[in-house]
């Protein structure tokens, strides 16, 4: 059931929270999938409904920087994480040692936890007034496009959520920035709209986890990120000006501005910002690709982005959008 974000609501959700419920609510990169991260039947519900690997790890959720020692070991990482306090709260995710009192299957398995602080107002209130660590994976079936809308969300799971708090479209529109700083050098694990020459700014050098290879002489720490597709069910194959077009039967292009494609032959055309400004691409990306899948084509082809800024991790949606054997 979608609800308004009322204080009532709220503590609505709360409540389901406390009583080891799954409750799906705004932040500012995505709707997340949450559930009280202190319990394993809790955090067992958001895996199968989801359909998730057990093996691929869930963010945390606290209201502010101080209370990350809750859920993670902080000791060692104490002037990483003052020097980040400048980007929280906000769209970054830490993966630091995981506490001992937060269940493994929080980590799928493994000795690390991701951490983020939502800067979203609605995310924010319901940490306060839950007063607990709040797990929340992108409230979609796995694999599949992120939600974007309370909407997108009750589309994923109908019924099976019982509570969906509506927050309006999330403003930045793609998931958090995920950086490890286990590894030997902090490392992004995901590209967002936080971004590696921000990182850099801050901590110095930093690795991407696109820039290891799989002879790498250390364990990759995120298998997951590799392989793990955001896709929708429709085909989807990327696309620069100057390219032919495609022979699909029916097809759909989503173009970065609304300068129309030279190519002809489309059946919907979709720009995702007026003139490619890649923070209004972002926002509008994943609402544009669930309504391009639901439009019954053969294909659904997408303008590239340039691989700058935010544009980075845009492209790497797009590449996993767009990976699936046989496009
Ligand atoms: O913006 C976001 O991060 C959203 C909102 C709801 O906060 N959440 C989100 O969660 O995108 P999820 O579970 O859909 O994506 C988290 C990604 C996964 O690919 C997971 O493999 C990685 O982060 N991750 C989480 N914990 C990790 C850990 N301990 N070590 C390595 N990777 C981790
Ligand atoms: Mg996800």
Redesign the pocket.
């Known amino acids: 059931m979608i609800l308004d974000a009322t204080e009532e609501n709220l503590l609505r959700a709360v409540a389901e929270l406390r009583a080891g419920n799954c409750v799906a609510f705004p932040?500012?990169?995505?709707?997340?999938?949450g559930a009280d991260a202190r319990r394993p039947s809790a955090l067992a519900r958001i895996y199968a409904l989801k359909g998730?690997p057990p093996t691929?790890?869930?963010?945390v959720?606290v209201p502010e920087l101080s209370r990350i020692s809750e859920v993670a070991e902080t000791a060692p990482y104490t002037a990483h994480l003052e020097a980040l306090s400048t980007l929280w709260p906000g769209?970054l995710?830490v993966?630091l040692p995981?506490k001992s009192s937060i269940p493994a299957i929080?980590?799928?398995g493994?000795d690390?936890?991701?951490v983020?602080i939502?800067s979203h107002p609605i995310?924010q209130r319901l940490l306060q007034l839950a007063d607990i660590p709040i797990a929340?994976?992108?409230?979609?079936r796995s694999k599949r496009v992120?939600p974007t809308t309370a909407l997108h969300v009750a589309q994923e799971f109908g019924e099976n959520v019982s509570c969906v708090i509506d927050g309006g479209a999330c403003p930045?529109g793609?998931?958090?920035t995920?950086l490890?700083l286990v590894t030997p050098l902090p490392t992004i694990?995901?590209p967002?709209s936080v971004t590696a020459s921000q990182l850099e700014a801050i901590l110095g050098p930093v690795q991407h986890l696109s820039s290891l290879t799989l002879s790498s002489p250390q364990p990759l720490?995120?298998p997951?990120?590799l392989t793990?597709h955001y896709a929708p069910r429709t085909t989807t194959k990327l696309w620069s000006r100057g390219e032919p077009a495609p022979t699909a039967a029916r097809w759909g292009i989503i173009t970065q501005s609304t300068e129309p494609p030279e190519i002809r032959g489309y059946s919907i055309h979709r720009s995702l910002s007026p003139g490619g400004e890649l923070h209004v691409v972002a926002r509008n990306l994943f609402a544009t690709l669930r309504f391009m899948d639901d439009q019954g084509l053969d294909l659904i082809v997408v303008e590239r982005c340039r691989e700058e800024g935010i544009g980075v991790a845009i492209m790497d949606r797009l590449k996993r959008a767009s990976a699936r054997e046989g496009n």
């Not at 932040?27 to 999938?33: A, D, N, Q």
């Not at 691929?56 to 963010?59: A, D, G, K, S």
């Open positions: 932040t500012e990169t995505v709707y997340g999938l998730r691929n790890p869930l963010i959720h769209p995710t993966v995981r929080v980590s799928g493994g690390t936890v991701g983020r939502p995310a929340a994976p992108s409230a979609n992120s930045v793609i998931e958090s995920v490890s694990l995901r967002g720490p995120s997951g990120l793990e």
